[in-house]
């Protein structure tokens, strides 16, 4: 393989190769990817069950690399999108994306015409060069809430199953949209939701597809996906609904000047409606620099679900539609032709002028991390379920290596989403190395983070109450400022091992905007904090978030 043959990330000058801190990179893994052939390229043998190992996610593991994606990418294939498949699949290799899930609507249209011809786009691109990996998905409209990525493995049933899946299960095409509590039609869509994937769970075990996975999209946006709701999905089929976006697409959605004075980044610029769940506060439908309420509230719905010990991830995207400060506009329809009868939107034409949007291109600005052993897209799709996933906005970090070890153990011990059985009174070190920020984001800027911060909770089981959004006992346990250091470095964080099992979890900013965090400063005494609307430049407030990892303790 020649440096030539390499794609256009992988050049220094466009983007970081993300060394993996203990040595591993994702040249590497696209070089192995090349010289192993088509069988390595899509990730070999699947990985085996935890429970078939006889052990948690996450355990004793080997060295990773991380690959850099975004599940939520749209396309001439959505109705409400712009851009052709190739102009997209070039941004995201622009801006270093490794991965990519087109996320296209549910839509007649779509099912009818437009799944089966985005399909051979997609087959023509992944035989062209097998070294990105591109993914089919839908986005989902959930009976009674909001939405889902839903995407495949690669293979011969993938467009099939997102077919029949779409048109048996999508609550727009049903009209399974009510959601009100009380309605009559709630409880029904509600249950349907939960059917549908359990469904998904059917064809993975059946075979006939090797893997499918499902995550949550914007769950805040509109307060109607109840904590309630997010449960029953989880519970359905952990193995398949993984988690959620803990921040957010459209992040260019507050640029000062852009949209309007009343704009909010991710778009969450709405009012709790007669769909959303009461028991929301009217905080929840704001982001918080940048992350969903529901993420960037320390002991609020995401640690909720944590600590019932419980792995449920996050992850981050562009959800790219229309690019701000662009200047294509969609094509004109030909005399007889719309979405419904063809799925496909017209080609996008150049105006030179910028046009209305809210998004980055996939991988400008918005990018989930995923740690594998192998180069592939089944190795990605093991990855997110195992929860070995950091996310950034702004390129805040070209690297991220976590590991929690007992003291004095020889083992690497576990990483991002993984369990540790200790017993009371071990001692653990949890061992952090970051990889700064080594050259300038796509905006101009080198980021630098200011600190680290270690959010820990106690594990006390399934609630009794299925709508509980708080975590009391959750709360930021430790902060290193950490502004100045440069290159690769490790902080080594001891935790006391108590009574109660445990998880802790990491975030970081560039310290530019923070305050105290909504449940008090007793809790988080300097989280992220809302903007102003319409002035919230996206890269004057970048923060980095990390998947727990979980401490049994045994007697």
Same mark, same amino acid.
């Given at each position: ?27 590497? +893994?696209?070089?192995?990817?090349? !010289?192993? %052939? ?5 990730? /070999? @043998? =699947?990985?085996? $069950? ?116 779409? +048109?048996?299960?999508?609550?727009? !095409?049903? %009209? ?5 509590? /009380? @309605? =009559?039609?709630? $409880? ?122 419980? !792995? ?136 630098? !983070? ?106």
């Amino acid at each position: 393989m020649t440096e030539q043959q390499l794609p256009v990330w992988a050049d220094p000058s466009v983007s970081p190769t993300a060394l993996d801190a203990q040595g591993v990179s994702r040249r590497q +893994l696209l070089r192995r990817a090349g !010289l192993f %052939g088509a069988a390595f390229a899509l990730g /070999g @043998a =699947a990985a085996p $069950a935890a429970a078939a190992a006889g052990q948690g996610y996450g355990g004793e593991d080997p060295r990773l690399a991380y690959l850099v994606g975004d599940h939520h990418v749209h396309s001439v294939y959505s109705h409400d999108a712009k851009y052709t498949f190739s102009q997209q699949a070039r941004a995201a290799a622009r801006y270093g994306l490794d991965w990519m899930v087109f996320n296209e609507h549910s839509n007649f249209g779509h099912a009818h015409y437009g799944a089966a011809m985005e399909h051979q786009e997609i087959l023509k691109a992944r035989a062209e060069n097998p070294r990105q990996l591109i993914f089919q998905g839908l986005e989902w409209y959930i009976p009674a809430a909001e939405h889902c990525t839903v995407f495949a493995a690669p293979g011969p049933h993938e467009v099939d199953l997102l077919t029949q899946f779409e +048109l048996a299960y999508d609550g727009k !095409l049903l %009209g399974y949209t009510e959601g009100s509590a /009380g @309605a =009559a039609d709630t $409880a029904r869509n509600e249950a349907h939701a939960v059917k549908a994937i359990k469904w998904l769970a059917e064809q993975r075990r059946s075979g006939y597809v090797d893997d499918v996975l499902v995550l949550a999209n914007h769950p805040l946006r509109l307060g109607i996906d109840s904590p309630h709701e997010m449960r029953g999905w989880r519970d359905a089929a952990p193995e398949i609904m993984i988690g959620m976006e803990g921040a957010p697409g459209a992040q260019g959605a507050a640029l000062p000047g852009w949209r309007g004075s009343t704009s909010i980044r991710g778009e969450y610029e709405n009012k709790p409606s007669a769909q959303s769940w009461a028991g929301y506060p009217a905080d929840a439908y704001l982001t918080y620099g940048g992350f969903d309420w529901a993420t960037a509230t320390v002991g609020g719905l995401w640690d909720s679900m944590l600590a019932e010990g419980r !792995l449920f991830s996050i992850t981050t995207n562009s959800d790219n539609h229309r690019t701000v400060f662009d200047t294509w506009k969609n094509g004109d329809w030909p005399a007889g032709q719309n979405f419904d009868n063809t799925g496909r939107l017209p080609d996008p034409v150049n105006t030179d002028t910028p046009q209305p949007g809210s998004d980055f291109w996939p991988g400008q600005f918005s990018r989930t991390h995923v740690g594998v052993t192998r180069y592939g897209y089944r190795a990605v799709m093991t990855g997110l379920r195992e929860g070995r996933v950091w996310l950034d906005h702004g390129h805040l970090l070209d690297g991220l290596e976590v590991r929690l070890r007992r003291e004095h153990s020889s083992g690497r011990g576990v990483t991002l989403g993984g369990r540790l059985r200790v017993r009371r009174g071990e001692k653990l070190t949890l061992n952090i190395t970051v990889t700064t920020a080594s050259r300038p984001n796509p905006q101009g800027i080198l980021p630098e !983070l200011a600190h680290l911060d270690v959010v820990r909770g106690a594990v006390r089981g399934t609630v009794s109450d299925r709508d509980t959004w708080q975590a009391p006992d959750t709360k930021v346990a430790h902060t290193t400022e950490v502004s100045g250091r440069k290159g690769t470095y490790t902080l080594r964080v001891p935790l006391t091992v108590g009574e109660e099992s445990f998880y802790v979890r990491l975030r970081g900013s560039d310290g530019n905007r923070n305050g105290t965090g909504y449940l008090g400063a007793s809790v988080d005494p300097h989280g992220p904090i809302p903007h102003e609307p319409g002035n919230g430049d996206p890269w004057a407030d970048t923060w980095f978030y990390a998947n727990p990892i979980f401490v049994d303790v045994v007697s």
